[in-house]
C-alpha cells in the first residue's frame, strides 16, 4: 500500500477539486515556496474557477496569484500574512471577494472549530514517506518547524503531502502523521532555499534602531518579569533582535535562568537556549538555517502546532504563558491600536500573522517602532487597519519616548517604575504630536467605497475592514 | 494562568461527574496502575452511580471495580483487554450492562469517529507542567509511550491529567499538548514501578514453546517477505521473543535490513533495532525498562497514538504497512477464527488488545500457540468467542504441525513453500483431531442465555457476543 501518485495533476484531479471550492498551503517554504504556485498552476490549467486560496502567508513569490485572480481562477484569499505585490493588487481591487485575514492562531482554530472549511490541503514537505507521514526538520529544502500546517492536515477534507525528499517508511521524526494524508506527490523542488531561510539574522546597526531596542529591554526588566522563569517572544526584525542581545545580557549578567523562548525562531533565540537563558524553545516556524539545525537536533527546541503556539480552539496556548512579546507596526493609534496590515498609502503589505495573538496572551506586550518612517509619523488618532486591538497593548517604545497604556490598570505600576529609572516616558498623544512636528500631519488616505479585506480576531470576530485604495 | 488544583476530587467536581457518565483511562501503568483505582474511589465516595469505565485494558490491579460493580458505582465497562479478576466478576454476571471489547485501534477510532464518547478523561502522565502538556518517557514512573491515551485526551469532553512528576512549563518533549488537557492534579505516586514495567523480557526455555518459535520463524522465511525493508511485530510472550530470536539470526545471517518493528515494544526490539535489523521501531506501548530507555533517548524509536499504531479512522494506520505479526491465541476453530477473550472455562480473561488490527493489517499474520494447554485441545469448531475473524488469520503454527489457510487465496503458494522446505504442514482439522487424542474432546462450557460483553470489531460492528458462566 502506498499513497504516492504521479503528479499533482493527478492529485488535483482525485481530490475532485472543482469551481468554488477552498485550497489550502502553508508557508514554512516562505519566500521560496515553489508549492502554492505549482499547485495553481495546475489548477488553472484545468480551467477550474472560483478559487478561494487559504494561506497562511502569502509572499511575494506567490506573485502568479495576481494573474489568477485576473482571470477568475482566484476569487478569494485568506492568509494569515500578506506580502506587498499581491497586497497591491488586492488593494486595487482586483480580486472578487474582500480577502480575509486571520491571526496564526485564529486561523488554525477557526479550521479545528469548523468556522472555516479548507477541502483540498497541500502540504509543503522537506521529508515524507509513501504514506504521508513527514517532517520539516530535515531534507534539501529543510524548513525546520510545520506548525502551521496541522490544522490544515487534521481538518481539510482531502490532504496531498508534496516533496522533495521521499524517504522509505517509516519516516522518523514525523511531525504530521500519515493519519492525516491522502496522497503523497514526489517533485523536483518544493523550494527554493535561498528563499526559504535567510543564512542568519542580523542585528540592527541603525542607532535609532538600538537606541529603542535599548528602551524595550530597560522596559522589560522594569516590568519585574525579568527574572528566573522569564519567557519571551521576538521576531526576526533588526531591532527586535538588538532588543534580545539587550535583554540577554541582563539575563547572563544576573544569572537570571529564563523558562522559554517563543516565536518564529532566529538563531539568535537558539543561541540563548544554548547559553542557558531558556529552558527550551517552542518553535512554528524557523527564519534560519541555525533555527532549522536546531530543531532537528536537539530535543529541548520543541515543534508545536499554530493552535497550541497561539490559538483559542484548545485549552490552552503557549501565548497564554507568555511573559514578554516585542512586536513592530506601521501604525499605532492614540487608543494603542496597531496596524501591521496596510502601509502609509493604505495599500496591504502585511498582516497580523501571531502579533494579535501574542499581544493578547503576553502577560507584556511592547511595540517597537521608530518615531517616523518615510517622512509619515508612526502615531496617528486613528490606524489605517486594526491588526492588534489597543487594549492588549501595553507600550510603545520609539527613539524618542516612551508610551505607557495605563488604560490598563496593570500598567500604572509599570509606568511609575519606568519613570522612577528614568527612561524618557510620554503620554501617546504627546509623541503623536512630537512625530507630527517633524513630518506634518499626513494628508488622508485616498480610498474608495469597496471594502477589499475583512480583518478577523483570532477569535473570528470581525475586528477591521480595509477598502480599495482609489484614485491612482 | 495554571490548571493545576488541588486534588482528584476538585476534578471530579470541577469536570461535573455525575450518574450516568463515562470515565476513561489508559494502561501504560499496567499492573502498577494506580490512578483509576484513585479516581474511581473519590467517584464511589461522592455517591455517583451508574459509572462507565472506558478503560484501553483492565488489569488484575483493578480488582476494586468489582465491588464498584456491586454497589452500581460502575454499570458499564468498555475496554480492550480484561485481566482474569475482573474478567471473572464480569463473567458470572455482576456487570448491570454487557463490557464492550474493542480492539485497540477501533477504541482510538471510535472515539475520534465520535461512535464512543467519553465525559472525562484521566491520563496517567509520568511527566506533565502545570498546563497539562505531558509525556511518559521519563519521571519516576516512566512508561515510556503513551499511545493509547491520546485518543481520549483528543476528544473527551474534560481531560484531567493525573502525574508524580509535576515539572516546569513548558514540558519538553511532551506527547500529548496542553490544547487538550483541561485541569492538572499531582499525586504522590501515579502507579507501582514493579507494576509498570517488568526489569526484563524473557525468551522461553520451554522446549515446546522453541519448537513453535523456530517453525514461526520458517514460515516467516518461507513467505518471501523476511527481505530488505522487512517489518514486524511480535508481543512479550515467550514464544513470540523466542520466534523473534530466530527472525534476528536470520535477518543477521542473511545481511536483511529490514524497515520498522513495531507494537509493544520489549528491549528485544530495541535489541534488533540497535543491531542494524530496523530502521526505527513504531510504539504504541513500552513493556520494560530498556524500552522505555530507548523511546526516551533514541529518535528513531517513535511514539504513536493507538489511532496511527491500527486505528480505522485515519486514511492509513501503521498496521497496513506492516508485514508479519506473531500473535497467540487461547482457541483457534478450524475457520482460523481467534480467541483471546475467553479461557477453557468460558471466563473472560484477556481481549484483543491489537490482536485483530494487526492480523487485519499485516500480509503475513501467524498465530503461535501450543496445541494442548491445561489438558484442553486449541483447535475446536467453533471458538468460545470470535476476537479475530479467520478471514484475518494466515497460518497457525503449533509444535505439532503448521496449519495455513488456504481459503485465502495467496497462501496457497506459502504453504507449498512450507511443504518444499519439508515443515509439517497439517490441514487444520487433522490438528485438531491430533489434538483431541491426546487430549479428548472437551466438555462444552456451561453458559447461561445472559449476555454480559459484547465484542465489537475493529469498524466498531459487532463480532461476537460472550456469555455468562453458569452454574458454579
Redesign the interface.
Known amino acids: ?1 502506498s ?1 504516492l501518485i504521479s503528479s499533482i495533476k493527478e492529485a488535483v484531479e482525485l481530490c475532485g477539486i472543482k469551481d468554488g471550492m477552498t485550497v489550502s498551503f502553508h508557508h514554512h517554504m516562505r519566500n521560496g515556496d515553489k508549492v502554492l504556485n505549482m499547485v495553481m498552476e495546475v489548477i488553472a490549467e484545468k480551467g477550474i474557477k472560483d478559487i478561494t486560496v487559504n494561506a497562511s502567508s502569502i509572499f511575494d513569490c506567490h506573485e502568479p496569484l495576481i494573474g489568477y485572480m485576473k482571470d477568475g481562477v482566484v476569487t478569494g484569499i485568506e492568509c494569515g500574512y500578506m506580502g506587498a505585490k499581491v497586497g497591491r493588487a488586492v488593494s486595487r481591487g482586483m480580486l472578487k471577494n474582500p480577502a480575509v485575514f486571520r491571526t496564526h492562531g485564529g486561523r488554525a482554530s477557526d479550521m479545528i472549530k469548523r468556522t472555516s472549511h479548507v477541502d483540498v490541503a497541500f502540504v509543503a514537505a522537506p521529508s515524507a514517506d509513501c ?2 507521514n513527514c517532517t520539516g526538520k530535515y531534507g534539501k529544502s529543510a524548513c525546520g518547524s510545520m506548525g502551521y500546517a496541522f490544522a490544515d492536515a487534521q481538518t481539510a477534507d482531502k ?1 496531498v503531502v508534496i516533496t522533495d525528499n521521499l524517504r ?3 519516516l ?3 511531525s504530521i ?6 496522497y503523497v506527490v514526489e517533485v523536483d523542488e518544493i523550494g527554493d532555499p535561498k528563499g526559504i531561510v535567510s543564512g542568519t539574522t542580523q542585528i540592527t546597526r541603525d542607532p535609532v534602531g538600538l537606541r529603542i531596542a535599548q528602551y524595550a529591554a530597560e522596559v522589560i526588566e522594569a516590568s519585574g518579569l525579568l527574572k528566573d ?1 522569564f519567557s519571551f517572544q521576538t521576531g526576526a526584525g533588526g531591532a527586535t533582535l538588538a532588543a534580545a542581545k539587550y535583554v540577554k545580557e541582563k539575563m547572563l549578567a544576573g544569572g537570571i535562568k529564563g ?2 523562548g517563543m516565536g518564529g525562531i532566529t538563531g539568535y533565540m537558539v543561541d540563548m537556549l544554548n547559553e542557558g537563558c531558556f ?2 524553545l ?1 518553535d512554528v516556524q524557523c527564519f534560519d538555517l541555525k533555527a532549522i539545525e536546531s530543531i532537528n537536533n536537539d ?2 527546541h ?1 515543534e ?2 499554530a ?2 503556539y497561539a ?1 483559542v ?6 501565548v ?2 507568555l511573559d514578554v512579546v516585542l512586536l513592530g507596526a506601521t501604525q499605532v493609534d492614540t487608543d494603542f491600536n496597531v496596524n501591521v496590515h496596510t502601509d502609509s498609502n493604505g495599500y496591504i503589505m502585511g498582516g497580523s500573522g501571531g502579533h494579535s495573538d501574542t499581544a493578547a496572551g503576553a502577560k507584556l506586550a511592547i511595540i517597537l517602532a521608530p518615531l517616523v518612517r518615510a517622512r509619515l509619523p508612526l502615531i496617528t488618532d486613528r490606524c489605517h487597519c486594526i491588526s492588534t486591538p489597543g487594549s492588549t497593548v501595553d507600550v510603545v517604545v520609539t527613539q524618542r519616548g516612551i508610551a505607557v497604556n495605563t488604560s490598563i490598570e496593570k500598567n500604572r505600576q509599570l509606568e511609575e517604575a519606568l519613570k522612577a529609572k528614568g527612561l524618557p516616558v510620554v503620554d501617546i498623544k504627546e509623541l503623536k504630536a512630537i512625530g507630527e512636528k517633524i513630518t506634518g500631519v499626513p494628508k488622508p488616505i485616498n480610498q474608495g467605497d469597496k471594502v477589499i479585506a475583512k480583518v478577523l480576531y483570532r477569535d473570528g470576530t470581525l475586528l477591521d475592514e480595509i477598502h480599495q485604495v482609489a484614485g491612482e
Open positions: 500500500m499513497k504514506m504521508g490532504v522509505p517508511y517509516p522518523p521524526g514525523f502523521p500519515e493519519v492525516y494524508v491522502d522563569g523558562s522559554f529552558e527550551s517552542i530535543p529541548r520543541m508545536v502546532s493552535e497550541q490559538g480552539s484548545g485549552r490552552s496556548a503557549a497564554d504563558s
